[in-house]
């Protein structure tokens, strides 16, 4: 793994943790109820609304229709805490957890944390998938999610900042706008040839100081790992962060590192 960069006062918002899979079109809910009971005590909020599209591109385009006597899909899961700064979600062909972090919550205990708990949730989930369909879960693609918050700084700045590599003072050639963002896509980081980076930059809730209204902005970063028949789904996940990581330190400054408390 790559130097993992730590800060004391971190601009991560949000965070969200993915394993793809497979389709198991067996699942069902109810094979998985026993998640109610063994998660009560810190996720009593629970959710059942209807699936998410396929994520793969392969079955995107597949049309079937549910008819008589079929099973019914199931349906997108999603535990919550009181608090709804955490939350797990799954279906047939995923399992996601989000933190959320902020004033008002908890600060960010750090990926491996997050990683820990992705790991042991899934773990209780693939065996009772195991135990209904008499087959494993199989990871196709794991994807780490960054939301962070740059306070103070306008989304058209941080556009201008990330396109010139923060070499000067960024300007923007227009007047204020409402709303800006934009989006880069990498089908291959330079990291890894298995891993594809989009990095986003968007217009977000302005900071109160001194009672005027300060403009901010929201830098995501998303990190997406192939795993093949090859390679491990666990490591895959820590080489997303790795790249996430590496991609993060691009689109900021060093003054804005400082700024957030980088620990060497």
């Known amino acids: ?5 730590r800060f004391e006062r971190p601009p991560v918002r949000e965070v969200t943790l993915a394993l793809m899979l497979q389709p198991m079109p067996k699942l069902q ?3 998985l109820a026993p998640l109610r009971v063994d998660w009560r005590a810190h996720y009593p909020l629970l959710q059942e609304v209807a699936p998410l599209p396929p994520w793969s591109p392969s079955d995107r385009d597949a049309v079937e229709f549910v008819r008589s006597g079929l099973s019914w899909p199931m349906g997108l899961c999603t535990f919550s805490t009181e608090s709804g700064d955490r939350n797990i979600r799954f279906q047939q062909d995923r399992f996601l957890l989000s933190w959320t972090f902020g004033e008002e919550s908890q600060d960010y205990p750090g990926f491996e944390a997050l990683k820990a708990e992705l790991l042991e949730k899934f773990s209780q989930y693939s065996k009772l998938a195991h135990d209904a369909s008499g087959a494993a ?3 196709r693609r794991a994807d780490v999610q960054y939301v962070n918050h740059l306070s103070g700084i306008s989304a058209q700045s941080a556009m201008a900042g990330v396109l010139s590599g923060w070499s000067s003072e960024a300007s923007f050639p227009f007047r204020n ?3 800006c963002g934009f989006r880069v896509h990498y089908h291959e980081s330079e990291l890894n040839d298995k891993v594809a980076v989009l990095i986003g ?3 977000a809730g302005g900071d109160s100081v001194n009672g005027e209204i300060v403009e901010s902005s929201a830098l995501s970063l998303d990190a997406e790992a192939e795993v093949d028949d090859s390679s491990n789904y666990v490591e895959m996940l820590d080489s997303a962060h790795d790249v996430l990581m590496a991609a993060f330190r691009e689109v900021t400054s060093s003054a804005m590192r400082e700024g ?3 620990i060497s």
Do not use: F
């Open 1 to 5: 793994m790559t130097d993992t960069l």
């Open 137 to 139: 879960p199989v990871v």
């Open 260 to 262: 957030w408390g980088e």
């Open 177 to 179: 706008p409402d709303y």
């Open 29 to 31: 809910t109810l094979d």
């Open 201 to 203: 930059v968007d217009s």
